[in-house]
């Protein structure tokens, strides 16, 4: 889940849960990756609950579309269950919406994560606890549409279906990434459901990549300007990619980004819109340590995994975002002695260039999760 989200006018809203309640400030930055740098003088907004008080709010998301259309998604209890709300601040508004309900009463409705697309379709995904089953249900709003539509079940219902993601094209075309079960529990294989541009429903569900194998998990995808679908996901041996191109309906042979020893904590991915194509992640172990791959545009497969965080002790979620003007920024906690504290840092790859800068701290107080 990212903390931050950007659209074309500059603005960045933050989201985090804050005494049982959801809240969003929004500030006006000049965004640079997931970084932000002030233009001139500025300060957050106050926060504003977007949850109703006195009922916990817990896995908030946020998304922001081309147009400004600012989404807010979480969970929250029900009795014995729980619900997937949504809040939305449109293009011109000062405050988001009153919240909306868009899973089914009853049900026990976790992890959502949303996309507003460039289309003006807003997608949001989440997982559907019952008995000892997971499913992957979606639910879409439409141009000029108040509310969502019904929601709709996209992975093969009765089995343990895990982790879903989204990536959005330029054009708002939204595919929905996870992880399903083949044969039994261990054996997995990652999955994806498209929703075309223009359209509120989510076609049928595809498979991704090599054969079911154990523990292929945490699938994340980023579309390429010119509408290419590139997707990696991890097994206890090794981070895996593929590509889907423009158009069509099925994924190219995976190819092997990194050899693993023990699976991983945390993959991201993002394509630049010159083609360029970073993966970052921590490998399970001790000592941890962030690394990266990339791939040139053009290319089919990326070039040898880099440990971008020697001497650094303690990192994690690492998360990566690539600017318009090409420059890539990567985002995580660490701490510079053993046991000592974490701080927030980031690191950037310039336009043309094959290396990151040095990291710099960007907290001032032990923190995690960026």
């Known amino acids: 889940m990212h903390s931050a989200s950007t659209s074309l006018s500059g603005s960045v809203r933050i989201n985090w849960p804050k005494r049982s309640m959801l809240c969003v400030a929004a500030v006006a930055l000049l965004v640079v990756g997931l970084a932000s740098v002030s233009e001139g003088a500025v300060a957050f907004s106050v926060p504003a609950a977007l949850s109703p008080s006195g009922e916990s709010a817990i896995q908030p998301a946020v998304s922001v579309g081309p147009d400004g259309t600012a989404v807010a998604v979480w969970s929250r209890p029900d009795g014995g269950s ?18 909306e309900t868009i899973s089914a009463v009853g049900r026990n409705a976790q992890y959502p994560v949303a ?37 709709q079940t996209v ?12 990536a959005t094209s330029a054009t708002g075309e ?42 292929q998990l945490v699938p994340e995808g980023a579309y390429g300007i010119d ?23 099925s994924f190219e042979t995976p190819v092997s980004v990194a050899a693993l020893s023990g699976g991983l904590n945390g993959l991201m991915l993002a394509v630049g819109p010159d083609g360029l194509a970073v993966a970052v992640w921590v490998p399970v172990g001790n000592p941890t340590s962030i690394y990266s791959a990339t791939r ?16 650094e002790f303690g990192e994690g979620e690492p998360d990566v975002a690539i600017a318009q003007d090409g420059t890539a920024t990567v985002s995580y906690f660490s701490a510079t002695v053993q046991n000592g504290p974490t701080l927030i840092r980031t690191m950037t790859r310039q336009p043309g260039s094959t290396t990151f800068d040095a990291a710099v701290p960007i907290s001032t107080l032990s923190a995690w999760n960026p």
């Open 115 to 151: 996309s507003v697309g460039a289309d003006g379709i807003v997608t949001v995904a989440w997982i559907d606890y019952y008995s000892s089953n997971q499913d992957v249900v979606v639910a879409t709003r439409g141009v000029g549409a108040s509310t969502f539509g019904t929601p």
């Open 296 to 311: 040139p545009d053009g290319s089919s497969s990326f070039g040898s995994a880099v440990d971008m965080t020697p001497g």
């Open 174 to 215: 939204t595919t929905v990434l996870w992880s399903r079960p083949a044969n039994n529990s261990t054996n997995m294989v990652i999955t994806s459901a498209t929703r075309p541009a223009n359209s509120t429903t989510v076609g049928a569900f595809t498979d991704v990549g090599i054969p079911a194998g154990p523990y």
């Open 227 to 249: 509408g290419s679908l590139t997707v990696v996901w991890s097994t206890v041996a090794g981070v895996w990619a593929s590509t889907r191109s423009a158009g069509s309906s």
């Open 155 to 166: 992975s093969e219902i009765n089995l343990r279906n895990y982790a879903p993601s989204l």
């Open 82 to 99: 729980q619900l997937i709300q949504q809040a939305t601040k449109r293009p011109g508004e000062s405050a988001f919406g009153a919240p």
